[in-house]
């Protein structure tokens, strides 16, 4: 019997340490040599695994309808991209200052390190914006309702998801409605039918879902489901659209998970290019 935490905690010292936790659950292909041995579960820092422990324990069918209710409504503010990313880096990392870089630092290394491949500017787009729901702590939230794995809600959680013991104290764990392998949901529904756990993924689809190709809206709805694009889980809620668009989403993630320790940017170098490329997508106001 594992005791529930009380939900208004915010264990993490900051939202990069669960960033960092997947790292060392994903690491790099060339840093993963002579590491394949290692403990993931042993070697979790205490604070992280009651993270995890607090999301797995609220994250229920009921509390994703009142988050959607709550905040699909954007009356909490009017802001433009930068302002929102600027907003964002009010977010200041309270840990090591050395390896813990404001939350627009990630967005520019995500962002430029898409570029210097070549691809596509609404792919360097989304790397630039991917990250700005998180400003849902700003509004007051829980990191366990912003940051962290996502997963369907109304059917039964997989055991590939990260601490699975942890949903045992989980109500829909215990309600025959949602706990069935499909639950609520017909087989091959697609995604778009799925309600997936509360985040800044599924929060920042629906501030931007008007303005990007379709291909940038997968990768930012489910960015962080760890469960779906590398565990190969939830495979039965999908249907062939999403198995095409999630090659983009499969795409993106390195961008995501290892860009993390590259130089400073200098972004008033870079700056006038994403001026350019936001004005070409979005108007100079949104609603969060
Ligand atoms: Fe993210
Ligand atoms: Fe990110």
Known sequence: MIEPINPEQNPLDDLHQWEE???????????????????????????????????????????????????????????????????????????????????????FQTSEAIRKDGHPDWFVLTGF???????????????????????????????????????????DSKNPEYSTELGIYQKGCGLDQVFMSWGHDEYLYHVVKDFLPEEALYIIRYHSFYPG?????????????????????????????YTKCTNQINRDEIRPYYDDLIRKYFPSELNW
Request: with cysteine; net charge negative.
């Open 21 to 107: 936790d997947l790292l060392a659950r994903y690491p790099h292909p060339e840093n993963k040599k002579g590491k394949e041995f290692r403990n993931y579960n042993a070697e979790v820092r205490p604070c992280v695994k009651n993270f995890y422990q607090l999301n797995h324990e609220n994250q229920t069918f009921e509390f994703v309808q009142k988050k959607r209710q709550e905040f699909l409504k954007f009356n909490q503010r009017k802001m433009g991209i930068w302002e929102a990313a600027e907003f964002l880096n009010n977010l200041v990392d309270d840990s090591d200052p050395d390896i813990d870089l404001p939350q627009i630092d990630h967005l």
């Open 129 to 171: 914006i991917h990250d700005l729901g998180k400003i849902l702590c700003l509004f007051g939230e829980p990191q366990w309702a912003v940051v962290g794995d996502t997963f369907p809600v109304g059917c039964a959680f997989s055991d590939k998801i990260v601490f699975p013991e942890f949903f045992a104290n989980n109500p």
């Open 229 to 257: 694009h590398r565990e190969g889980e939830y495979d039965f809620l999908m249907n062939d659209h999403d198995r095409e668009m999630f090659r983009w989403v499969r795409k993106f993630n390195p961008y995501d998970l």
